[in-house]
């Protein structure tokens, strides 16, 4: 007869690995992972299987409602940006508050002198996107004063 403890501990290790290899994606977010040899893959939401030692999370990226307070000498104010393509994006997310807050100043030098506002601001947001839309990120609004 077998003796049912190495087969419960067995059992136990086989659990314990699906428990780990399973993730779960929030809606609104993506994942971006990386393998040992370098190859990324992308997950949406829902429910996926990661393999544990293989696979880690690079990113979790945030879709909607990205916020980057800018402040500087001659403005103030919020950009707000969704992802569009995360794995695009995966690249340049954690450097994106700085990469706006560096470029603004410089479009707005660079551009006529608005006296309106929301002229300045719906022109800062074409440049940006403009900018932006190769690397999976959409600018949606840009408030500054």
Not at 66 to 94: C, E, W
Request: charged share 20%.
């Amino acid at each position: 007869m077998h003796a049912p403890l190495p087969w419960l501990m067995l059992l136990c290790v086989v659990m314990a690995l699906i428990a780990v290899s399973i993730r779960r994606i929030p809606e609104g977010h993506a994942y971006t992972l990386r393998r040992v040899g370098g190859q990324m893959r992308t997950l949406g939401a829902g429910l996926h299987l990661v393999v544990p030692l293989l696979e880690r999370v690079a990113h979790k990226i945030r879709l909607l409602n990205n916020v980057v307070d800018v402040q500087t000498s001659a403005f103030k104010g919020r950009v707000y940006f969704q992802v569009l393509d995360a794995g695009r994006a995966d690249g340049v997310i954690d450097a994106m508050a700085d990469m706006l807050r560096q470029r603004i100043p410089e479009l707005a030098a660079s551009s006529c002198t608005e006296d309106d506002l929301a002229t300045r601001n719906l022109h800062l947001k074409a440049e940006l996107n403009r900018d932006f839309s190769e690397r999976g990120v959409l600018i949606t609004r840009v408030q500054l004063s």
